[in-house]
């Protein structure tokens, strides 16, 4: 089918117009479809909907309490969706305590009209420690080539909208680079094992839709790069040599604090989604 140059020009125009967000639904949505049809997922529906049912009520109720003004019912999507997608628990309850504590970051635990931490990653983490009945499971993904190809095509769209790719380059530049260097140059292992780490579809889950968060990196491209690639580094520290599986979701856990000090010493425009439509 032609179309006209009228008509490219409208879905141009319609599609710089378009939220982000729902660039991210739409990939995120895809990713648990192609979860459960190809990668044989268990389909835990009873668990989803307590997920999206939690983020959703408590974030609507968060905006009531805090008179915000708006419904931003997309970023709880996002949130249930993340949790969908990493996050397993061992018992029901778990799942809205991930939501609430999820949701709630967003607006309890704030600096200077931004939030600190990245919501899903501090309901995952906070709630495995008070809860010791959640965990995340790198291995559901398995290693499908298709599937890596898939995140990576979709996420660089969302991202280039959002202006996040240096975040998401420079951290897994540098988190991949220290692997090499340490286990195939130092310790001489094959380059299978190298490959494999990197293979990981949390990993690009990762990079691609948690730590590139507008909302939660730091302003200035500068800072941005400077940050993700301190963040690889403490990934590759944690991982490498603690053997924390979970390794690159505790380095975004510990230096999302950091991201005001960034902002302070990088001055750059506050990031709104008002200006990525505009």
Known sequence: MIFTSSQRAAFRKGYRQMDP?????ICQSIFMAFGLAWLGWEARIVDFLLIFASCLTFQRLFEKWFKTGRNAWQSAMISSLSLCLMFKAGAWWALPVCGLLTVGSKFLIRYNGKHIFNPTNFGILVTILITR?????????????????????????????VGRLDVAF??????????????YVILGWPMDYFLHQLSSGTLLLFTFFMITDPMTTPRHAVARVAWAGLTGVLAFVLSGYMYIHTAPLWALFFMSPLTPLFDTIFTAPRFTWQKVQA
């Open 133 to 161: 009945m959640g965990w995340v499971s790198p291995g559901q993904w398995g290693s499908a080539l298709i599937f890596m190809i898939l995140i990576g095509a979709l996420s660089l769209a969302v991202l280039f909208r």
């Open 170 to 183: 420079s951290f897994l530049g540098v988190y991949a680079m220290m692997h090499f260097f340490y286990n």
């Open 21 to 25: 967000r729902y660039g991210q639904i």
